[in-house]
């Protein structure tokens, strides 16, 4: 992959600012918001911020060791491409954020990825964030692996962090429907974190792809990781969560979903399992809707009357259909025995024409059986 020639000023600002300020840093903010990205850098450069109560000091350290150029060649020379904003790639939904990220690193191998392609814009237009728990149980992990093959054998991108418990179960969900599944990464796009999911970071790159907002060479770091989990719930259309505590990490995803005003899902555990306290407790606010299973996440995710689930019924008998009276006199028929229609005028409380036209009725649906001896009840 080559390096790339076609940078302007502003480009080359943005690969600055990726590497001088972590993605939440308000100070470089509120710099760029007052000066723009360039004017803002040469400010940095000289230990100012031009903006009141701003210290400019914090970029110094690593202004120090500042050099795009060799930022290029390492993107290149790891296999991933660079994005910004005015790329026709760049997925338009992180645009939403507060903070949108000043550039996006991305290594993938999907046909979207290719300079033809249209990358992340086009795989993220139908797509679902699933995140979760770390420390999950084996119920997660399916329910997890389950909603991500249902909704990638529907067409959905599958977006979680890779990281243990519900992010690796959603990505292996994806993976083994055949599916596309992107991994969201709180350090370099080159660097496979957790190590123990080297295989399965490689495995989505093959087949889908790998994002950071910060150059490769950098460590993953908590405060990165919850700026990651922003940009998570900003690439997705929507945001399931499956199995969370009440102070799971996973609830900032839901946290940007909602102020981003996308939807959101989460899936219901045992009442006594804390480690569904979260998913219950984003239902019970009405941040979250309850859903199941992937057809109810697509209805909920997809296409405005185009991705609709099948109401869920319990089973159907032959009785579901008849009117009251005609059902009072059926559960009055005997199974064994017979009975005549005085008998079962008395029993069911109704008239003799009622009576009579309810079990020309349950003949007609072989639901009741007429002898010489009297009538009976034959099993739905």
Known sequence: MSTRTDLTPEHRARLAWARIAEPDDRTARAMITAHGLTIALDLARQ????????????????????????????????????????????????????????????????????????????????????????????????????????????????????????????????????????????????????????????????????????????????????????????????????????????RTTVKAAAQLMRPIAAVPGPVTSMVSAGCHEEVRSGRAVLVTDAAEVAELFGRLGGDLAEPKRGEQRPTDELDPETFRVWQSLPTRKTMSVEALTAVAGLGVAEVMSALGQLEVASLARRTTQGWSRCKP
Do not use: K
């Open 47 to 250: 230990g100012r911020s031009g903006i009141p109560c701003g210290n400019a000091e914090r970029f110094a350290a690593r202004l120090r060791g500042l050099d795009t150029d060799r930022d290029l060649e390492i993107t290149a020379r790891v296999g991933a491409s660079v994005l910004f904003p005015d790329d026709p790639q760049w997925p338009s939904g992180v645009d939403a954020l507060e903070y949108p990220p000043w550039c996006l690193w991305t290594r993938g191998e999907h046909p979207s990825m290719s300079q033809e392609g249209d990358g992340l814009a086009e795989l993220t237009v139908r797509s679902a964030a699933i995140v979760g728990a770390r420390a999950s149980t084996s119920y997660g992990e399916y329910v997890a692996a389950e909603l991500a093959s249902g909704l990638a054998d529907r067409g959905f991108t599958i977006i979680s962090g890779a990281a243990f418990g519900i992010d690796a179960a959603a990505h292996r969900g994806a993976l083994a429907m055949g599916g596309t599944t992107l991994a969201v990464l709180a350090g370099g796009v080159e660097r496979s974190y957790p190590a123990a999911h080297a295989s399965l970071i490689a495995q989505i790159a093959q087949t889908g792809a790998v994002i950071s907002e910060v150059p490769p060479g950098s460590a993953p770091t908590r405060s990165r990781f919850l700026a990651r989990n922003r940009l998570i719930a900003a690439l997705g259309v929507g945001t399931v969560l499956v199995e969370a505590g009440l102070r799971s990490g996973a």
